[in-house]
């Protein structure tokens, strides 16, 4: 017995450095990666609920890696986040989204952009400084851009808004996928963001109505109430069915972002002419 267990915990330890190994190869090829310019950013429209027009674009990242082909963040953002290396990638991202806002805006000078900010990054000091400081550069209104930001990011545990998400910036907060996690309706008031993101899984979520495609009905349609109170402009993720998207124009929902409208996009293959003009 005593053998097999000293067997069983040395399997365990050569797992564990595999595990540690590879994050620490896939860091370093990251890292080389980025200074190789081998970072992309796809570009998903977020539209009106009522008139299907966009309104903003959110960024997301990918990596054209040279051997395995074009990665998607869920393969590469959870190592960058358990280090700084999370820090140079999202200030990548936000330096290519402001550039390629700063091309579409001469066409169409109402059209933003929204970026995710990891809460790492959030958390540096002079985040929101260095963000004004980007977009100035780039000729861009602090209005141009939205950070989508998670609940842990912005508030602590006692439900308190960190400093650096407070008014005073200017810049636009957007609260990303509210409802999973410890999501409360009662602390929406807090919040320190002028949007709220509805994750997917509540717009995707069984309806009691027996169809499959209808929102989780009564909780999506509360949130969106209290979200309105609380002075929120409401984005429903995931919307993948014309049932859905029903459902949330009813119910006042105010932008729509899904497949259903479009998938994120290169953005030389993105056509925002067809997007603007499908009325
Ligand atoms: P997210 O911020 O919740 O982004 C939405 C994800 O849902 C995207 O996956 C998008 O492709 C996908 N999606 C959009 N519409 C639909 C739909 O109708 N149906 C389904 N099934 N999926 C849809 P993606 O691009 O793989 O990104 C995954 C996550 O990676 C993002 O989730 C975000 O948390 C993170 N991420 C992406 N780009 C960045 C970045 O630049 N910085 C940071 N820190 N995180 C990023
Ligand atoms: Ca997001
Ligand atoms: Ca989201
Ligand atoms: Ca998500």
Redesign the pocket.
Known sequence: LAKRERHTVRRFQAALSTAALERLELEQALRAGIDRDELR??Y?PIVDAQTLTPVAL?????WQHPALGLL???RF?PVA?SSDL?VA??DW?LREACRQLTLWRAQWPALRMT????PR?FAQPGFAEQVLTLLADAGLPADALIL?VTEGAVMDEGGVPHEAAMGHTGLTLAL??FGTGYSSISRLHQLPAQWLKI??SLI?AEGSAGSSVRPARPIVRALITFAHEAGLRVVA????HPEQLEDLQTWGCDLI????IA??TAPELLSLPALYNRN
């Open positions: 950013l796809h998903q959110e960024a997301l990242v990918r998607p963040p869920g953002i986040e999370i990638l999202g991202v970026v995710n900010v990891a990054q989508e990303d996928d994750d997917r995707q993720e995931g919307v993948e972002q899904g497949y259903l998938r994120p």
